[in-house]
């Protein structure tokens, strides 16, 4: 076998002003589906909202969700029919792709809960350093003027 294989990837863009769970639990509908149909998951990612091109629908945004498979391509038809027959779908596109398979990729936002539950104060701290920096350069601009002023 060769180190060239085919897989498909899926994007599809949810409406904007559906919530996150049921975000979530779009991409898990979709994922169950895809392994019904008979394809395999090499990668589901949700790329976050993010501002269309053009208008679909009257959006201007959209939640843009990526999913790599791989089957025999007859899944294909069956999961974008249940794209299609969804509300909640603005648009869909699924691609071809040829070369190494991807990797799939830890989530960022598993990540960064996991971190903040082992370090609840962590949050605060960076909230704490960031009030520190904002008041500095606050402050270093009113030195500046006033100093402008006194010279004049």
Known sequence: MNDQQSYYETMYILRPDIAEDEVTNHIDKYNKLLEEFGGTILDSQMRGKRRLAYQIAKHREGIYVQLSHQGDGQHIFKIEK???????????????????????????????????????????????????????????????????????
Do not use: F, W
């Open 82 to 152: 249940a794209m299609r027959l969804s509300e909640d779908v603005i648009r869909y596109m699924t691609v071809k792709q040829e070369g190494p398979l991807p990797t799939p990729r830890p989530s960022n936002k598993s990540t960064s809960q996991s971190e903040n539950k082992d370090n609840p104060d962590a949050k605060v701290e960076s909230k704490e350093k960031q009030a520190v920096a904002s008041a500095d350069t606050s402050t270093s601009g009113k030195d500046n003027e006033t100093k402008e002023n006194a010279d004049s």
